[in-house]
């Protein structure tokens, strides 16, 4: 009779809660779930890279492939090679073909200027990624130039000090790039705290390991005590770093990149003392975002003004660990 008194006043109790079974928790649906879907089944993504085939753009290309498989998009590419003028014929052409977001990873801060600001006006977001253009178009994704060209170029000063000769070089990609522009800004912010620092060289050599090899090797030439380089793109770098063991000299040599698995390696092996790194595949995520941001805004292409600066990494002997770079020919397996 107790037992039986205790299940009546607990049915009476879940009666006035309103909870007439506790057997089995029901589902919630969510509402937001098929609209999210919906605003994305069927739209093109455009990729116009500076070349294919690249740690960075293999990185972000595999990112954003995963998101329009699972989101029912259409992702394509663009790969003009190393080609302004391909690159701006391919822009021409995905203007006319509207797709719903056009991602551009600009050679230089003018070439694609006024073919990105008349996408806008074709109603096509459009998205840089790394290496932005004079236009501020939707959006910017990628690494902080200024930032890390002043923690290279502080990584340098620091192995650079009293009882060096305080001679560097600065060794660019493109210089009217936008990636070169705001590290040399990054560099003459740190540059203007060390008046005792003196700049020997500070020259371009296009993103070619073989010109940079060169450049650096005169370098050496025409300053045997040479201390120093600040490089700007790790795969352009091998090359300055090959002039560097030719030269037998201890000279410091710091360079910035995506974090592949290179970057690791020779950091291990002494190739390279220092790599401040935007990790690829971090930035490739960070894309994906601003792909969704953007469709799911409801505003016309160009109104609003985002900007997304990816986190960057120091990679030394002091920092590494399984896990720290990531793997190219991962994404090639997958």
Known sequence: MKIKNTLTAVAAILSVLGIADLSIAAGIDDPRRADYFKTFEGKTVAFVPV????DLT????SVLQAQADDLGMKFVIRDPHFSADAGAQAITALISEKPDVLIVHNPDIQSYAKLLKRAEEAGIHVIQVNMRSNYNSDAYVGA???GIGEAETQAVIDRCGA?????IAILQGQPTSGSDSGMMK??????????EIKVVANQGADWDATKARTIIATVIQQNPDLCGVVGFWDVMDLGAAAAIKESGKKIAL???GGGEQMACDNVEKGVFDEEIAYPVLDQGHALAVMVQTVLQSGEPAGKNKFVIYTPSVRITKETLHPGLCWSAASIKKN
């Open 58 to 61: 293999d990185g972000w290309a």
């Open 51 to 54: 070349t294919m085939g690249i």
């Open 144 to 146: 902080d130039w200024i």
């Open 163 to 167: 009882g060096t000769s305080q001679k």
């Open 254 to 256: 710091v360079t910035s």
């Open 186 to 195: 990054g560099a003459e912010n740190i540059l203007s705290k060390h008046p």
